[in-house]
């Protein structure tokens, strides 16, 4: 593989690659959209210093046209979405996308979608890399390297160590918060009687949150500000890991910068990548050594689309996978009436570990507290008088808190990416069809009513009508369109990464994921996009 | 329910604004924030208050709901039972739209956000203040439905026919 080493995409995926070829001696070249973050406001205060200190703190919290207001609605999410992080979601004029079936996000933003994560780091097991043409042994290294580029905290001798395999660079958990720690004194108290009768084993969360210092960054100070974007770095985002790659001298980051599509020769080579300024709309070509596609599943495969219909090819990329998610509220009977800590974390600190017979049957349930996030999304969902609502929420808001209940998926063939065309052949959109499985309710509903189960035996009460399945696309979650596997046809990604049928075009992100068991992806993807580069110029 | 900021008994003038109907918007704002939490809003919760309607003007949606709002507008039981009747029975009312404005304010901005944080009472006197505001609101809810039930019917009736008959 030569150079440049062209890498489209300052992801997860993008940016651990590129820091991994730099560290191997390579030149690399980013093309990124890059919407750039907002100054981080007040960096030393607390959520609440924030209210008090904030000139104009309903623009911060809630947005300067209302954007983050949940008002009244059947199908609303328990959360709003963050004004000060509405940049990583903000949309590229002229990329258009027609999807059915799923509601798709994209991040044209510095860091990728990771910068909106939630920061759970779970390692796929032995087991749930059975599909992939590679085992633990190999993407181990990977993980350990993410992890001490990082920093994860969590714990390998809990109930659900045999779940998350252990890698190096683990620091110690993130302290609990009161809740959070009584929800795990109780299931530790029973936790021989729930495990066997329940199936259901609970531990510590694995997260990219840290403990103590770790490479320059400080430890969380429990600002509770983590919704709106860490203050003080101690949750990794993404764009940490792109600004030391621009402090690298062979790093050449280019912004601003769309790619569209790339050339091939007669051999199968790249030879150039073409892109587009989001500024001035002009077309500019760029050598190519290396093309990496770190755009993420979508946004590759439209890029990948795109250079073959240009070369008189027009096809698509089956197999798209997404997670199902499921959201459970619930009452801890025990934390009625507490006081609220406004010291808090306000991600997830605790997980659910519940296996099955195979091992894409695992679920895996994210257990957070709720401590600092907005209120109004979850009193207005109260089916009482709003005043009753308000004093009811007064008096359990340390007692609330949300399952996030994830599901595994596998490639179908009706699940794909195209490109619409029109009447002279040129793509307009992106299509994007994806259908989750037919017996999906099946499998769900069941585990939904498991899940209610096992809170009850813990103490907590999930109301029924209250648990919401998300939209499909809102785990932003996607993989498998570029599969890996030993041999296979072209539109397929080997066990390093190579995109047959081309020499020099390599795959680093979800789109080379041959399965998408329920844990959150984004550190896997990390691991794998270093592992990429390792076996690329390693 | 303990009050943020004590309440006095003569009204505290709104910030006059350039919004038609800002000084009504300004009232209700501080009706509804009295309603919620027993708490004065300051004049900056009042302007944004303000610039929401600016930016999104609300309307009724239907006969019903113009009825309902009316009756939040009359006064305190108003208000009381229209919340507890929409609270239940007609979720997508603009009154409830207005108080989850109102809540979302108030939870954001000083003083009033330490009022939400903190309970009405420890420990197992929870559970009893919370079985009692469960009971009031169950009895609010029954006179609101009484009052309102054949009220929401007939209107409702009544404009179907309307549209069956254009």
Same mark, same amino acid.
């Given at each position: 593989m030569r150079d440049p080493v062209v890498v489209i995409g300052s992801g997860a995926t993008g940016v651990h690659f590129a820091q991994t070829a730099l560290e191997l001696g390579r030149k690399v070249v980013m093309l990124d959209v890059g919407f750039s973050k907002p100054a981080t406001a007040l960096p030393n205060a607390s959520l609440n210093q924030l209210k008090e200190q904030l000139p104009d703190p309903v623009g911060y919290f809630l947005g300067e046209e209302f954007e983050s207001l949940i008002l009244p609605d059947a199908s609303s999410e328990y959360y709003g979405f963050p004004p000060s992080k509405s940049y990583v979601f903000r949309e590229l004029p002229g990329y258009d996308v027609n999807a059915r079936g799923m509601a798709p996000l994209f991040s044209f933003a510095t860091?990728?979608? #990771?910068? #909106?994560?939630?920061?759970g780091c779970y390692p796929f097991s032995a087991a749930e890399l059975a599909d992939f043409p590679f085992g633990w042994s190999e993407l181990e290294p990977g993980y350990s390297e993410v992890a001490e580029r990082i920093g994860v905290s969590g714990s390998t001798s809990d109930a659900l160590a045999a779940f998350f395999p252990a890698h190096d660079g683990l620091l110690s958990p993130i302290e609990l918060d009161r809740h959070s720690r009584r929800l795990l004194d109780v299931y530790r108290a029973k936790q021989h009687t729930l495990s066997s009768s329940h199936g259901f084993y609970m531990g510590h969360a694995r997260l990219a949150s840290l403990s103590r210092a770790h490479r320059g960054r400080k430890a969380c100070s429990f600002s509770g500000r983590c919704l709106w974007g860490c203050p003080n770095q101690a949750l990794y985002t993404p764009s940490i890991t792109l600004e030391l790659c621009k402090s690298h001298p062979n790093f050449e980051y280019i912004g601003g910068a769309r790619a569209d599509h790339f050339r091939f020769d007669a051999g199968n080579r790249v030879t150039h990548v073409v892109f587009e300024?989001?500024?001035?709309g002009e077309s500019i070509t760029r050598d190519v050594g290396t093309l990496v596609l770190c755009a993420g599943t979508l946004a590759s495969g439209r890029i990948l689309l795109e250079s073959l219909l240009r070369a008189g090819v027009q096809t698509e990329l089956t197999g798209l996978m997404d997670n199902r998610q499921v959201l459970m509220p619930f009452v801890n009977l025990r934390q009625v009436g507490e006081a609220f800590e406004e010291r808090s974390y306000q991600y997830h600190q605790l997980a659910i570990g519940v296996p099955g017979e195979q091992p894409l049957d695992y679920v895996h349930g994210l257990i957070t507290a709720l401590?600092?996030?907005?209120?109004h999304p979850v009193v207005q969902?109260?089916?009482?008088a709003a005043r009753t609502a308000l004093a009811l929420f007064r008096n359990i808001h340390a007692a609330l808190g949300l399952v996030n209940i994830n599901f595994a998926d596998t490639r179908r063939a009706d699940n794909r990416l195209g490109l619409e065309l029109d009447a002279r052949g040129r793509s307009t959109r992106l299509l994007v069809d994806y259908h989750p499985e037919p017996h999906e309710a099946e499998r769900v509903t069941p585990m939904i009513k498991r899940f209610r189960k096992f809170l009850a035996a813990i103490g907590c009460l999930a109301p029924p009508n209250m648990t919401r399945w998300r939209a499909?696309? #809102?785990?932003?979650h996607y993989a498998g369109t570029l599969p890996m596997c030993e041999t296979g046809p072209d539109l397929t990604t080997d066990r390093s990464g190579r995109c047959r049928p081309f020499d020099n075009l390599l795959c680093a992100d979800g789109s080379t994921f041959p399965a998408l068991p329920a844990k959150n992806l984004t550190f896997t993807l990390m691991a794998n996009a270093t592992r990429i580069a390792h076996a690329a110029f390693g | 329910m303990t009050p943020a900021a004590p309440l006095r008994a003569e009204r505290e003038e709104p910030r006059a604004q350039l919004h038609p109907g800002a000084a009504s918007l300004a009232l209700e704002h501080q009706r509804l924030a009295r309603y919620l939490l027993a708490v004065r809003v300051t004049p900056y919760q009042i302007d944004k208050y303000i610039a929401f309607h600016r930016t999104r003007p609300l309307r009724p949606r239907s006969a019903f709901d113009a009825l309902l709002m009316a009756l939040a507008r009359s006064g305190d039981l108003g208000l009381l039972l229209a919340d507890a009747y929409s609270g239940t029975l007609y979720r997508a009312s603009l009154l409830r739209v207005k108080l989850t404005l109102t809540l979302a304010i108030l939870e954001c901005s000083p003083p009033s956000f330490s009022a939400i944080d903190a309970p009405d009472r420890g420990g197992r006197l929870a559970y009893l203040h919370l079985s009692w505001a469960v009971l009031e609101a169950a009895l609010v809810l029954v006179c609101a439905c009484a009052l309102l039930a054949p009220v929401h019917a007939w209107v409702t009736l009544t404009a179907s026919r309307q549209q069956s008959d254009s």
């Open positions: 860091g990728g979608l #990771a910068q #909106a994560w939630t920061g300024s989001v500024r001035g401590t600092t996030a907005m209120i969902t109260l089916p009482v499909l696309g #809102a785990s932003v | -």
